[in-house]
């Protein structure tokens, strides 16, 4: 079952930063925090994750909360190519264990707007 | 592109017959897991494999079953198929199937429809 919950739907200006919360609220010491997007029926793409601490890469921005029961991903300038179902997973990274699959939830769909 | 591929892109079958769905990993990848999406339940995990070993099983039916090839590809096969079971099928491939910075990488998928 997912663990994290998303607003269902958001819209985003054109070349405005989009701002996609997420809340994981009974998250644990030893599960990070992943994002991926789905273009439409496309396969779903990486985006960023992180533990704690707040990350960046190319596309993204990942800012994590001090307790860690909600994150926030950051597109700082957003195109139309951006609007896709964006999802927060939080995934266990159980040194030892069985697996890490992702488990999606529902996702928030980012409508970028002309 | 991710560098995962699977064939076929597109399917069209009829119901009770079975198909073979094919996920060739990224170059390195170890462990391949099978999504079913469909329009009204999401990304689905249906099952995941490591090095020809089956790690993890989800909602996957007993009509479907899988596994994965020496040379690391995997197939997904799908039997007595149902109008219910026309979706997309994605493929995705990590390094390994625990650990850290494991991402998976997705494959453009196969688009079944079951007439």
């Known amino acids: 079952d997912a663990k994290t919950t998303q607003p269902t739907s958001m819209d985003c200006a054109e070349g405005r930063a989009a701002n996609l919360p997420c809340n994981h609220s009974?998250?644990?010491?030893?599960?990070?925090v992943y994002w991926y997007r789905q273009i439409h029926s496309q396969g779903p793409q990486y985006i960023i994750h992180?533990?704690?601490n707040n990350e960046t890469n190319e596309m993204a921005s990942l800012i994590i909360t001090e307790d860690r029961k909600s994150s926030t991903l950051i597109l700082p300038h957003a195109t139309l190519r951006d609007t896709a179902v964006y999802y927060c997973i939080v995934r266990p990274m159980n040194y030892g264990g069985a697996t890490n699959k992702l488990i999606f939830g529902t996702g928030t769909l980012l409508a970028v707007q002309p | 592109d991710s560098g995962v591929t699977q064939t076929p892109k597109h399917l069209i079958t009829a119901t009770g017959q079975r198909v073979t769905l094919r996920c060739s990993p990224r170059?390195?990848?170890?462990?391949v897991y099978w999504y079913q999406q469909s329009l009204d339940q999401g990304l689905q995990f249906l099952i995941q494999?490591?090095?020809?070993?089956?790690?993890a099983k989800g909602n996957i039916l007993e009509r479907f079953s899988a596994q994965q090839f020496p040379d690391l590809h995997s197939e997904l096969n799908l039997s007595s198929l149902e109008l219910g079971d026309s979706a997309l099928y994605f493929c995705?491939?990590?390094?390994?199937?625990?650990?850290?910075?494991?991402?998976?990488?997705f494959g453009q998928g196969t688009r079944l429809t079951v007439v």
């Open positions: 992180g533990l704690k």
């Open positions: 009974t998250i644990s010491g030893n599960e990070y």
């Open positions: 170059s390195g990848d170890l462990s």
């Open positions: 494999y490591y090095n020809g070993e089956e790690r």
């Open positions: 995705a491939s990590s390094v390994a199937p625990t650990g850290m910075n494991t991402e998976a990488f």
